[in-house]
């Protein structure tokens, strides 16, 4: 049979990791670079830039 003290350590390293993936799950990842500058990078290319909603927006290359 466990003792209190088990139960009070297992308690609380249920409870710390519960912590630890709620705090982190919920926090926004922002874009590496705007929508803007990868456009720009893409024409510098001599890309055609595509906006997107979705994705942000693609860069298509013409094949040689």
Sequence with gaps: MRTLAQTRVAAL?????V??????????????????ELKVECE?????????DLMGGFCEYRAA
């Design 44 to 52: 510098r290319h001599r890309g055609v830039w595509h906006p997107d």
């Design 13 to 17: 390293l249920l409870i710390g990791a």
């Design 19 to 36: 912590t630890v993936q709620v705090g982190c799950s919920g926090a926004p990842i922002a874009p590496t670079y705007p929508r803007e």
